[in-house]
């Protein structure tokens, strides 16, 4: 059971450019997340979806975008990456029972320079 | 807004030795609580949800107590192991799904 697989585990992006980070689960949540994580501090909500067509935006959009066309992925799209945005970054995704447990990808470390 | 913290923010102990990490938080309105642990290079993996109507929460070696009207909860690791050592994070779960983190204590255990 792969559970939550995120692509690429590293990446090394230019100023300016941009990138897809991937993000899909086979457990068949409604609910999925996107967390960044900066040395020393706590996860911090980018974008989450309560189900196929519905996002909205967490505590740190800025910079960001997302779509939920299936129930399976969720990607997260950098436009134009910037050295703030230097950081762990992990997918996760929880059903509507057992109290929102979160399952959690292994992340992508991601640097810009 | 939620904030959620972890004291102390990191912690060293002998193999064998009881092992108390605390979380507090500062609106009590939540639907639950729960701790994770973080390896290095790895995601995070659910080790305890208390539910806001529930005071504690065990899984072997593991406790978890909740107090809402003071805005704490307590992980108790029982005879650590080298094993145990990691980040521990504790996470606040409001009504709305969205979890807020604490910054996490990362534990070492020495043989």
């Known amino acids: 059971n792969a559970g939550v697989t995120q692509t690429p585990k590293f990446r090394i992006l230019k100023i300016g450019q941009s990138m897809t980070l991937q993000c899909a689960q086979d457990m068949n949540h409604n609910y999925m997340y996107w967390y960044r994580q900066d040395p020393g501090m706590g996860l911090k909500l980018i974008y989450y979806?309560?189900?196929?067509?519905?996002?909205d935006k967490g505590e740190v959009p800025n910079g960001y975008n997302v779509s939920r066309s299936t129930t399976e992925d969720f990607p997260l799209r950098l436009e134009l990456a910037a050295p703030s945005q230097t950081s762990v970054y992990f997918c996760a995704s929880s059903g509507t029972d057992g109290g929102n447990i979160q399952y959690f990808g292994a992340g992508t470390r991601l640097s810009v320079l | 807004k939620q904030e959620v913290t972890q004291i102390p923010a990191a912690l060293s102990v002998p193999e064998g030795e009881n092992l108390v990490l605390n979380c507090s938080f500062t609106d009590s309105a939540i639907y639950n609580l729960q701790w994770f642990r973080q390896d290095p290079g790895k995601g995070l993996t659910s080790l305890l949800l208390i539910q806001s109507s529930q005071r504690e929460q065990t899984s072997g070696r593991l406790n978890a107590s909740l107090d809402k009207s003071s805005g704490r909860s307590t992980l108790y690791i029982a005879a650590s192991q080298p094993g145990d050592s990691a980040t521990y994070l504790c996470a606040v779960n409001l009504y709305d799904y969205k979890l807020s983190f604490g910054a996490g204590t990362t534990v070492t255990v020495r043989a």
């Open positions: 979806s309560v189900g196929a067509g519905i996002t």
